[in-house]
């Protein structure tokens, strides 16, 4: 069984930073790529950034230049440092990972999320 457990979420002033956390524990051969996604009431969910096992990254255009993506592949983890934050970063972060365990074919896993509020 696998399981994703974000945390760092919270409220943050505009033009603060925070970053985000997510590790991946259970039966576990390898994983494919970790990714951030998000989603604010009433819209769609989004993906905010990708990191695949190798470092390759990818980055939605109203992040870039502010937030960066990065992995532990010792510890199963991905982080999301978040800087310059706007208030329309506000929204349910959820940690998202494509994994292999004992099954040879790849699937998807998802955290359950993390609140982040950007407000004065």
């Known amino acids: 069984q696998v399981q994703l457990v974000e945390s760092g979420g919270g409220l943050v002033q505009p033009g603060g930073s925070l970053r985000l956390s997510c590790t991946a524990s259970g039966s576990i051969f390898t994983i494919i790529a970790m990714d951030w996604f998000r989603q604010a009431p009433g819209k769609e969910r989004d993906l905010v950034a990708g990191?695949?096992?190798?470092?390759?990254?990818n980055y939605a255009d109203s992040v870039k230049g502010r937030f960066t993506i990065s992995r532990d592949n010792a510890k199963n983890t991905v982080y999301l440092q978040m800087n310059s934050l706007k208030p329309e970063d506000t929204a349910v972060y959820s940690c998202?990972?494509?994994?292999?365990?004992?099954?040879?074919?790849?699937?998807?896993?998802w955290g359950r999320g993390t609140q982040l509020t950007v407000s004065s």
């Open positions: 990191i695949t096992s190798s470092g390759s990254t």
């Open positions: 998202h990972a494509v994994i292999e365990t004992i099954a040879p074919i790849p699937s998807p896993y």
